[in-house]
């Protein structure tokens, strides 16, 4: 194998081109092997190996500088700077992240997993290299899919002006996630059926020096090209064509799936399985119901349809009724609160952890709007994930924002009513944290009027009350009965609203309870207990949160975190129990 | 008076291009006494007096749609559509809003102070238009300077793939509020230069058809270029050309001075006021020291250096250790992120209402990597501002994100140790909440490290803890002196940390106190008071919660606000009373 020669991208350098093409190989090979094994990002790695070992070969890593946007794309990056043993031997496969990571390599200069960051960190670095007055090429890499993202163009507007060396490398395979969407599209596609020599181009226009290479899986076209612009002293893009999936034929016809895939995604391509009643299909017949009652019925994402299961069948079934902005999540925010205001109903669903990208479009276009949208928010909850794309922070966030309601069901009748309220009886928007549990069925219609906050009180007891939200209330009722087992008679809540208090309730609650307990299946920074402890504890009754604690975790097993967090029946109890014992003293 | 015949849009269309001329003088003369009377925008709305009587020429609003950028340019339109007694009489001066503002008139769509938000609310009309199969034509108005938000671009992205009408109208006027910065702006000059004729076009890149109108100021010129464009059924730019300030030659000429001014900003132009001591001038004079010391030390704004006090003089000293990114703070900061990692020593200055435009980018680009940046964030706290431009959520958007160290200083000597400390001993983030009151001075350096959590303890008392943060310590001195008078030993606190617990101090408040006050310039919902709450809840101890309630507030007087919230020494002594006096019982 001529991987065995490579530990570091030094030892790229004496390789011949026939030999750079044969490591390629290799490196896909792995890839792909591990992928299906443990599930990741197959299409985005496997298009980007030349362009990877073109860099290294002749930019001068670690003194000259890439970064990677999203950098779900650095697979081959991380065989090549010292971390190959990750994808050699199945038992580290672990051992590394998906992203780029400081503390692994000093190769990779930030923790990235978001999109569209990579220009205006790179214009960062560049910037702190002129004030000390040091010398180095800075490189970006980012995908068409990320140019969407607003961030990506403030970077580029300001990268056009810097004057001294950026380069800034355009990895264009025709494809975000899904498709791509927009005028700059259009602008790609002239330029790489132009061979990059479109009378229009968006990247001359902003200012910058412009290289074209349409041979982006070719290593010795790439390295010409790199070579041309290494040390350049002015703001450069190099826009590469590559083919997403590359080497993998099934991956290079079916982009969109084998963006990232489950493991064995490769066995499991094309088959169906049939699921037991689940809140996806849920949604979607919902979706798919509406939009033949109403043509101002709409449905938008922004660029990840696949975490909703919005499969190409969906999407053609709704025709215009849908739109996927591409990742311009503000777009999407700012532009569902102006449909809703001019009389069409828009749902847009959206993944937990992409829901940060919009902050100031929520409270201002929307929220202070007041404007009747539904925002589906997916994935919400405590995770394993990788530190880039926790999904715990979403309730802290959109719940201390005036006039947005959010509601967090726990069992499809609340959910069904839950969407039937936001979709065709609210005047203000509403978010509905989509339960990331298995469905549950009461049986039961639920007809709670969703405008006005009221807890569903299932037991009514004393002493002890646990609300359990959402996710958690499930673990809420396993406290419950092993509170019941003890002899004690607790109150059980579900309280359905996150933004807002059930006063009524909460009052009714302060007097004959000496302890309440909250669970939520987020951070407790800004989050749903604290706003209930901030009401209760003016009376002076014990309240005990349970969620995450503020913190960034990389991917620790779901049981650890529990633990950690005291998130299990038998630790609350000994809390409560606790709790209960230091009132009777 | 022309004015006189004018009080909707449809009265427009029987002028001749001479009365509309006139017309344009009289509105420019009231908007002149008007914003010189209670202070405003006077720049944007000069320039734009031509553009919005051809606007209601040429479109049919209401039903045609005019979607205002920022709306700080809305003041002619104002006058023309039913509200020009808000400009007539000084008396009514107060009456309308300074933004778009629907609960005032049908011809204002959205309720708008921030800025690129316009082209994707504009492309949500467009949508539920098309989807309704009605029509109608929508156009949106923005100024170059908000072009560079990530937003906007977005919008365009999209906008540009509508394939329906959307005209988008930009007022270049070669300004943001102070200079624009960009790539972008390299292409809007070259494009005036050439009469909208030059080879590279930004929008046309994107997919736009393209007009160009040189004399943005000539209302004749303006409505037969409207006349092009209405109804036309493509994504269309309209690139006019305007002079900010116009018809005010010291306006003309002083652009940045005259974006916003003050009352009596005419009379006062030019003259320079001797103020007391203030953190205003303490931050420039600090930043000039560090900047002279350290080559790396840099201080970058996103559009408002004025808001700073970073006046000309002040930016010129610093020379390359500044920079002004424009209408980018998504931007701003993951590249102050990526320049500290670098080595550099950025310092950001934010107005509290504008760091809701980067939750994401603080999150992962910044707290995520841990970089040892200062964000200085000026105005915090409860106002009597529109209800655009609250600074009351800035706490709850920023300590509830992990690793980012929020400060709040009571005084000069903190503020200072903890300049010295962000910007030199640190190596997480740090946020300081400049002061929003004037400057106290203790006269004793603060020797404080604030990389750990722990709060001032004032005065050790019992029984009653006052917890007063940064604007609001003061407030919690004078309840404080109020329960000396009643024979009480309250224990006084400055916590000095927003975003992170003293749980030393709070374990030893919790012993001999029964209740527990606390006391902040913001939102109570994800803000400091919750997390005391759900700390000292857990035992019992009773907490009560000072600050503002989860809302839009417009223009409502402090005074009133500080009463409706319960934040006065008087109410809030009563309360502590009634408190204490329930557990007695």
Not at 148 to 166: H, P, Q, R
Not at 314 to 319: S, T
Not at 376 to 383: M, Q, T
Not at 519 to 541: C, H, N, P, R, T
Request: aromatic share 10%.
């Amino acid at each position: 194998m001529i991987l065995d020669k490579i530990n570091f991208p030094k030892d790229l350098k004496s390789l011949s081109f026939d030999e750079m093409k044969i490591l390629a190989n290799e490196m896909r090979e792995l890839i792909i092997k591990k992928v299906d094994t443990i599930g990741g990002h197959m299409g985005p790695n496997l298009g980007i190996v030349e362009t990877t070992i073109a860099m290294h070969y002749v930019f001068n890593t670690p003194a000259d500088k890439i970064i990677f946007d999203v950098s779900h794309q650095s697979y081959p990056h991380k065989i090549l700077t010292g971390r190959k043993e990750g994808f050699l031997n199945p038992d580290l496969y672990l051992k590394y992240t998906g992203y780029t990571a400081p503390e692994e390599s000093e190769y990779d200069l930030f923790k990235v997993g978001h999109t569209s960051t990579s220009i205006s960190l790179a214009v960062g670095v560049a910037k702190a290299r002129d004030l000390k007055c040091e010398n180095y090429n800075v490189v970006a890499l980012i995908g068409d899919g990320s140019l969407s993202g607003g961030e990506a163009f403030e970077g580029l507007d300001n990268a056009a002006a810097l004057g001294s060396n950026i380069i800034i490398i355009v990895n264009d395979n025709d494809m975000s996630i899904a498709e791509n969407y927009g005028g700059l599209y259009s602008n790609l596609k002239e330029l790489r059926e132009n061979k990059g020599k479109s009378e229009n181009n968006f990247f001359k226009a902003l200012g910058f020096e412009y290289f074209y290479i349409d041979e982006g899986n070719d290593v010795e076209k790439l390295i010409e090209g790199f070579k041309q612009v290494k040390d350049i002293n002015k703001p450069t893009i190099v826009h590469i064509k590559t083919q997403k999936g590359k080497g993998l034929k099934l991956a290079e016809e079916n982009r969109e799936y084998f963006h990232w895939i489950m493991p064995k995604g490769l066995e499991d391509f094309g088959k169906t399985f049939s699921l037991p009643e689940n809140y996806t299909d849920l949604t979607k017949e919902y979706i798919l119901n509406e939009a033949k009652n109403d043509p101002s019925f709409m449905v938008v994402t922004a660029a990840t349809p696949g975490v909703f299961g919005f499969d190409k069948e969906f999407r053609d079934k709704l025709q215009k009724q849908y739109m996927d902005v591409g990742i311009a999540e503000e777009h999407a925010i700012a532009m569902i609160s102006a449909m809703a205001k001019s009389g069409a109903r828009p749902i847009f669903a959206v993944m937990s952890s992409f829901i940060q990208r919009t902050y100031d479009q929520l409270s201002q276009d929307l929220a202070l709007n007041n404007s009747p949208v539904t925002i589906l928010v997916y994935w919400g909850g405590i995770s394993d994930a990788d530190a880039t794309h926790l999904c715990s922070f979403d309730m802290s966030l959109m719940s201390n924002i005036p006039n947005i309601n959010c509601l967090s069901p726990t069992n499809k009748e609340e959910y069904l009513a839950m969407l039937d309220y936001a979709t065709k009886k609210s005047t203000t928007p509403t978010v509905i944290r989509v339960p990331n549990i298995p469905l549950i069925k009461t049986g039961v219609e639920d007809k709670t009027d969703y405008s006005k906050a009221k807890y569903d009180v299932t037991n009514n007891g004393k002493d002890v009350a646990i609300i359990g939200l959402g996710n958690f209330y499930k673990l809420g009722e396993m406290v419950y009965d092993e509170l019941k087992n003890k002899g004690l008679n607790p109150t059980l809540i579900n309280p359905k609203f996150v933004s807002k208090l059930d006063f009524e309730t909460l009052d009714k609650i302060k007097e004959n309870h000496k302890v309440v307990i909250t669970l939520e299946d987020g951070i407790l920074d800004g989050g749903f207990g604290q706003k209930i402890a901030g009401y209760l504890s003016k009376f002076g009754v014990k309240v005990l949160n349970y969620g995450a604690t503020k913190e960034f975790t990389d991917r620790i097993p779901l049981d650890e975190l529990y633990t950690k967090y005291r998130l299990k029946k038998e630790l609350i109890v000994e809390d409560i129990i606790n709790s209960m014992n230091l009132i009777n003293v």
